[in-house]
């Protein structure tokens, strides 16, 4: 059977991986600054997570949630205090697009509304309604047209407002930072009117912040910079580093009903050791300091570098745009440095995405390396 073939890829064959890098199948040693697309949170193979996951398959691996599994609980009052979400209640799935999925759907059932309000350049995942409020039209079928979302320029509060007012809308779904379209940032004014709008119009805010999350800004959530609070938080990627494992964060207000969401895998023995493992280490190494401080040092040397026009994003989230596409300085750090970063959705612009436990000297290595090709290549210069 041959594969579905939906990807492009490198011809590069990792076969062992560690802390910020990895390394194929000849012994090449790659510097990963796209963390698997920024899924690595706390490093390759840490070995408390690796202890944590190898320990809870000796016991048991699965089982469904019919019954107790009580390190959903332990991994939930880990989150509530990283996060300082306490009390919000805590669903876990598998997968990015599923939490929005449930996101959207809680939205739904709590205000007995349809519509959804989503931004222009946002992505949200690939499955149904998920896609809908995605704003890459090249990405929907035919299906994914259901009529009941509208988007809304980011940072045009006027516009949000007027839609609101109708009191016909469930939900208004945001990124924390908007990380596929290239590190697009929502004005902290704009959130703030954002979560007052949404109070006053009885519309549920959704932040999506499956890949602003986890610490990659340099706060736990990227909303927290804004000091507003959603009414409900999807998050994936670095919670499981990359064990498959999301979740749907609801305020207390929304009250569960047995049926209303539902899945096989989620939030099973084995995703759970993974998400603790991932909190402890957040913890204990304090990756969220480091984003930021790692991700300040970065963007301040970055924007001293000329042919950048514009570097956006904070912490560990860093998106840089050029006035050329960026594939060919992104394909030289690949094959001449060793070095993968990110693409994104607008060509110009490269994303950095690297674990959280980056160092200063493995940032030093991509400066050097990021600087050399810019300074040693004439045909980028126009
Ligand atoms: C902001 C955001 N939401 C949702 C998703 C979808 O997540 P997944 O690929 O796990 O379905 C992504 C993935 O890139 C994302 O960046």
């Given at each position: ?98 939490a929005v999925e449930n996101a959207l759907k809680m939205a739904s059932f709590h205000t007995g509304r349809k519509k959804i309000l989503s931004f222009k350049d946002s992505f949200h995942g690939r499955t149904s309604l998920a896609v809908e409020v995605t704003s890459y039209s090249k990405m929907k079928a035919l299906v ?239």
């Amino acid at each position: 059977m041959k594969l579905f073939d939906v990807y492009p890829v490198y011809p590069i064959n990792p076969v062992k991986a560690k802390g910020a890098f990895l390394w194929d199948e000849k012994g090449n040693e790659y510097l990963d600054f796209y963390g698997g697309h920024a899924v690595i949170s706390i490093g390759h193979s840490h070995p408390h997570y690796v202890e944590g996951i190898s320990n809870q398959l000796k016991n048991i691996g699965f089982y469904s949630n019919s019954v107790l599994i009580p390190q959903q609980e332990q991994l939930a009052d880990a989150l509530g205090k990283a996060s300082g979400l306490q009390d919000f209640q805590l669903f876990l799935c598998n997968s990015g697009a599923e939490a929005v999925e449930n996101a959207l759907k809680m939205a739904s059932f709590h205000t007995g509304r349809k519509k959804i309000l989503s931004f222009k350049d946002s992505f949200h995942g690939r499955t149904s309604l998920a896609v809908e409020v995605t704003s890459y039209s090249k990405m929907k079928a035919l299906v994914n047209h259901t009529g009941n979302v509208t988007f809304a320029e980011l940072n045009d509060i006027e516009l949000v407002e007027r839609e609101l007012s109708s009191g016909d809308y469930a939900a208004v779904i945001i990124e924390g930072i908007q990380g596929f379209s290239g590190i697009n940032v929502p004005e902290k004014s704009f959130l703030i009117e954002l979560r007052n709008l949404c109070t006053r119009f009885g519309t549920m805010l959704i932040l999506d912040e499956i890949q602003s999350g986890y610490g990659r800004t340099g706060d736990f959530f990227a909303f927290q910079n804004a000091g507003i609070i959603p009414d409900i938080v999807t998050i994936a990627k670095g919670m499981g580093n990359g064990f498959p494992i999301a979740g749907v964060l609801l305020k207390p207000e929304i009250q569960p009903k047995h049926g209303m969401l539902g899945t096989t895998f989620g939030g099973n023995h084995l995703a759970c050791a993974a998400g603790i493992a991932v909190l402890e280490v957040i913890e204990t190494e304090h990756l969220v300091e480091n984003s930021k401080y790692m991700g300040e040092y970065l963007i301040e040397k970055l924007r001293k570098i000329d042919l950048v026009k514009s570097v956006r994003g904070r912490g560990l989230m860093i998106g840089m745009e050029f006035d050329f596409p960026a594939a060919d300085l992104r394909k030289k750090l690949l094959t001449e440095y060793n070095i993968f970063t990110g693409s994104s959705g607008n060509q110009n612009v490269m994303r950095l995405l690297p674990p959280l436990c980056v160092t200063k000297e493995e940032c030093d290595r991509f400066l050097e390396a990021f600087e050399n090709i810019l300074a040693n290549e004439p045909f980028l210069q126009h």
